[in-house]
């Protein structure tokens, strides 16, 4: 058989669900800015929360800032993938998006917490959960006073969750560290895991 008509040995890649996870304060959301802004091929799924926005969130691009209400009936009618409780407010995950992105053959991406993520992969193993960290906690405390969106009382909860997210590390797939000033590198790892996840040779299909 000439090599002009031997059959592709790559085999077909299936679309994947990238959960992105990790500490509060290790920089999730920037990450995730980095990615869009490089062109990365992912559908960003954006996460549903009754939370009260923070000064420069828009709704519909760094959360859907819902009611109680509206998300309770959401978990009720059963259309949210995961939802979580975290620091007295709900989170959830949209399922339809998640669906519409993989049945688009799409590369979907969601940002949740460690709790969130846990359920993910108990819900759907075939997803890979990466954690993002700083490279200690002593800058994430750092990190966490200098963005000063959390009153003392809640900085230090946020600081003592930290340290009981930390055992949850082996349920993950991936760890990328999110250094000061090395955006581009905690990006360009994101990249090369999702990318050498699509080279695998068997690849799962996901069902949610």
Same mark, same amino acid.
């Given at each position: ?7 592709? $040995?790559?085999?077909? +890649?299936?679309?994947?669900? /990238? ?10 959301? /920037?990450? $995730?800015?980095? $990615?869009? %802004? @490089?062109?990365?091929?992912? %559908?960003?799924?954006?996460? *549903? ?5 923070? !000064?420069? %969130?828009?709704?519909? &691009?760094?959360?859907?800032?819902? @009611? +109680? ?10 259309? *949210?993938? &995961? ?10 995950? !949209? ?13 979907? =991406? ?7 993520? +846990? ?10 959960? =990466? ?6 906690? &002593?800058? $994430? ?10 009153? !003392?009382?809640?900085? &230090?909860?946020?600081?003592?969750? #930290? %340290? ?21 590198? #905690?990006? #360009? ?20």
């Amino acid at each position: 058989m000439s090599r002009e008509t031997h059959p592709s $040995l790559r085999p077909p +890649a299936r679309p994947l669900l /990238v959960v992105l996870s990790g500490l509060s304060g290790s920089g999730k959301d /920037v990450v $995730l800015n980095g $990615l869009r %802004e @490089s062109g990365f091929p992912l %559908e960003f799924i954006i996460t *549903l929360t009754t939370r009260p926005r923070r !000064p420069g %969130e828009k709704d519909g &691009e760094h959360y859907h800032f819902v @009611s +109680a209400q509206e998300f309770q009936e959401r978990r009720e009618s059963d259309r *949210l993938l &995961e939802y979580a409780q975290v620091y007295g407010n709900w989170y959830g995950v !949209p399922r339809e998006a998640v669906q519409q992105a993989l049945a688009g053959g799409k590369d979907a =991406i969601v940002k949740i917490d460690v709790q969130g993520a +846990a359920t993910i992969k108990r819900k759907v193993p075939p997803a890979i959960l =990466i954690f993002l960290a700083p490279p200690s906690l &002593e800058d $994430l405390a750092i990190r966490l006073r200098e963005r000063r969106t959390e009153a !003392p009382a809640d900085l &230090e909860l946020r600081l003592a969750t #930290a %340290e009981g997210e930390l055992d949850k590390l082996p349920l993950f797939d991936y760890i990328v560290i999110n250094r000061r000033g090395e955006l581009e590198r #905690a990006v #360009a790892d994101v990249e090369a895991i999702i990318t050498a996840e699509k080279c695998r040779v068997s690849q799962k299909e996901i069902s949610l």
